[in-house]
């Protein structure tokens, strides 16, 4: 048998390189599908389709409710599956496809809400205001802080229209738009500032700028991004369980197992460049512009088109390890279990309840995927990439250092530090290990939105983003650490549990962690929906702000940095709250390094007796 890990005893199976490989090819490409649903979905839902706030926020929630309810029972169905494969190894085969469909379904939706582009400001004819101030035409808006005057240079609120009373079109068949002029109400001084008249315009414009549905359309629009989510939950489940269940059946030594836990974290990291996806999308916009699309449309096709693109690449990396592994330890439950049977398990094993409770109050990390994406593409590049990356057609240097500076803390730490985790573990105890990352852990995500303060609102100085790397780098290297050290020691309860009951439940205990993971991510919805309904960083006030960006808005100072502020504040205050948290129900933890090693041993003698006396009787 090929050994691949640190074992030098051959009797003891493990894994190759090959499949190592293989299987950590499979991991990279599940990952990236994950993050694009997990960073990617949140963003193009609420700012490129512009669904409300709070029906993001109860669909996230309640769909990440249900999967956390749904894991188990799939980890039940693992379990119980035999197969001339094993019973992890026909779900990687056979799913990876069906995971590929589900991912593109939620893009393939409509637009909550859509531009109304029939009006354009005319500053050359302001003077004509006279003419219609004391007419009914004149129409008044309040616009941060400011009230306005409306007027149609024509005379008209209606359309144009031609000889046979069909709406007026140019050359290039759109409809001739309505020029309107605009002043301020209390001095009745025309706007001169083209930028500010048209983002007040945008405001004006059917309840600022863009038209909402209503009645049946609303409905079914927000019903297809609740249904085809929760679909793309529940078949990525069906992979998910067996993808990570599998390592515990790849080899029979606990330092293999640890190390293709630490490797298979860190290159679950790896996939984070699914992360990406919202940062490239808008890179696709100009090739639907050419089409004739306005920009809210060419974007939404932008997203589809990337989202079918990193799909398909990253199931066909998925299929790897369904290709790829082999399941070397073959121990047969002495009996299975119901879902309800498997429930109780899962609770009753001590050590593993206390990993669940811990990682169910660190539900807000999870904030840092649902709000992350979001922060970079309007903190630091004002929603428009091009724009703020290239000035005059040079690439802007400095800030594409500073971006760098950034994500080498942040990648850094969430995949270079985990990789000593496994060196760590053989001088320290887990669950001390565990307990340090929980509670230091905290420091530095406090410090974040503590920086952000301090800095009035601007960390993007020099120094400012130096502070913010290191910040980044000791968060992400906590919670990367506790990533690791949560999947090797849900691995030793699936080893207490087999050798207490003689059942060995890889599935439903490694459910368990995307119990967590799902679960985690519901609640953390549910805090970032609140937050952004308190500030009103929600469907028409997204698509506002987008228009006020594209006409020279600055997001840090939007709205009197309120959204920024908000964004900051989530991906800070609540995680640290939670890391602290995370620390009590392990302060006591049930399984000690020496009691894994004692069990572990005497379940690997058990097994190689039993093949010895199978042997003997063939």
Known sequence: MGNAGSNPNPNVKTYTKKELAGYLTGLAGQNIIYNIIATGLAFYFQSVIFLPAIACSLIFALARVWDAINDPMMGTIVDKTHTKWGKCKPYLLFVPVVIMVTTILPFLNGMYAEPNDLHEVTLQEQNAYVAFAESDLTKELEYDGVKYLFVPAGGTWELQKDAEGKTLMDADGNIVKTKVMVYTADDKQPVTDTALAETVLQEFQSELGFVKKTGTKAVLIIAWAAISYILWGMTYTIGDIPLWGVTSLMTEDQNDRAKV?????????VGMIGTLFTMIAPAFQGMFK????????????????????????????????????????????????????????????????????????????????????????????????????????????????????????LFGGMIGFPLIVPKLVLKFEKKKLYNFFSLVGAIPFACIFLFFKLSKGNVLTWVGMIVMAVLFFMAAASMGSLNVLQSVMIADCVDYEEYYSGNRPDGVFFSGQSFITKLSAGIASLISGAVYAI????????????????????????????????????????????????????????LPNNEHKRILDALVAKRHAKEALEDEVQ
């Open 261 to 269: 836990l630490t490797l298979a974290r860190a290159v679950a990291n």
């Open 290 to 409: 050419a089409r004739g699309m306005d920009e809210a449309h060419s974007l939404r096709m932008a997203y589809i088109a990337l989202a079918v693109v990193m799909t398909v690449f990253a199931s066909l990396l998925f299929q790897v390890a369904g290709l790829s592994v082999k399941e070397k330890v073959e121990a047969k439950n002495e009996k299975t279990y119901s879902i309800k049977e498997n429930f109780k398990i899962m609770f009753g094993n001590k050590p593993f309840r206390q990993i669940l409770i811990s990682g169910i109050l660190r539900s807000p990390i999870q904030l840092l995927a649902i709000v992350a994406m979001t922060l970079v593409m309007y903190y630091f590049f004002n929603n428009n990439i091009g724009a703020t990356l290239f000035i005059d057609g040079a690439l802007n240097i400095q800030l594409v250092l500073k971006i760098l500076i950034l994500v080498v803390g």
């Open 535 to 590: 500030v009103q960083f929600s469907d028409k006030n997204v698509a506002l702000l987008n228009n006020a960006l594209i006409n020279g808005a600055d997001f840090k100072t939007y709205n009197g940095g309120k959204f920024a502020a908000a964004m900051f504040f989530l991906i800070s205050i609540p995680p640290a709250i939670g890391m602290i948290l995370a620390a009590i129900p392990t302060l006591k933890y049930a």
